[in-house]
């Protein structure tokens, strides 16, 4: 079976750009999680969906950044404008209920000049 | 929030050797699970173990989730091995899952 499928893998884009990262999960995986990775703050849970509607997204840091799930295969997430600061590893993971391991898709590496 | 501690931050090890490395929550936790990031990057799940024991082949893990915390037991390492490994747990019935720093361990041949 596939896993989770992120694209695009890397992404360099100049400051006030708009980017937009997406994901695919595992079929018929109810949950799905956003991650961001940096140094400084190591795996930070952005946000996450069941059956397709946001639960929390505390996590998300400022407005510039949204995501959407319109149906069970796809979510997006989205920066805009996009900052220096954004720049991180962006991870996807998706699982099959609240309480079950988390498959994480390969991230896609986000570098804003 | 609660707080997730790993240790030791860094692990050097000769291939053949065996570790252990310690995950301790300032809270109770549910759904607790071992990962390891490889050297390209890449997260895979190593364990889901919200209590007991289990193993995966020359990898187990425990959990003793009265007392907070999870030990995650390597034997006979391999340079594969090499990577960081983080454990993480939600708050009991939550979804919000917190990683720990982790453990980057090096085997060396």
């Known amino acids: 079976d596939a896993g989770v499928i992120q694209s695009p893998r890397h992404e360099v884009t100049e400051m006030g750009q708009e980017v937009t990262l997406r994901c695919k999960p595992i079929?018929?995986?109810?949950?799905l999680f956003w991650y961001r990775q940096t140094m400084m703050r190591g795996l930070e849970l952005l946000i996450y969906?069941?059956?397709?509607?946001?639960?929390?997204d505390s996590g998300m840091p400022e407005d510039r950044f949204s995501a959407k799930m319109p149906n069970a295969s796809f979510s997006t997430l989205k920066i805009q404008p996009s900052e220096p600061r954004d720049s991180a590893v962006y991870f996807c993971?998706?699982?099959?209920?609240?309480?079950?391991?988390?498959?994480f898709g390969d991230g896609t590496r986000l570098s804003i000049l | 929030g609660i707080q997730v501690e790993q240790s030791p931050p860094d692990l050097i090890l000769q291939e053949g050797a065996n570790s252990t490395l310690r995950c301790n929550f300032s809270?109770?936790?549910?759904?607790l699970q071992w990962f390891h990031q490889n050297p390209w990057g890449q997260l895979i799940n190593l364990f889901y173990i919200p209590s007991g024991t289990k193993q995966n082949g020359r990898l187990s893990a425990t959990t003793v989730a009265t007392e907070r915390y999870s030990l995650l037991y390597i034997s006979s390492s391999q340079t594969t091995d090499s990577g960081v490994y983080f454990c993480?747990?939600?708050?009991?019935?939550?979804?919000?899952?917190?990683f720990g720093a982790g453990t980057r361990l090096t085997v060396k041949p």
């Open positions: 993971a998706s699982g099959e209920r609240q309480a079950s391991p988390q498959h």
């Open positions: 993480a747990g939600p708050r009991y019935n939550n979804n919000d899952m917190r």
């Open positions: 809270d109770s936790v549910n759904n």
């Open positions: 079929s018929g995986h109810d949950y």
């Open positions: 969906f069941n059956n397709n509607v946001p639960i929390d």
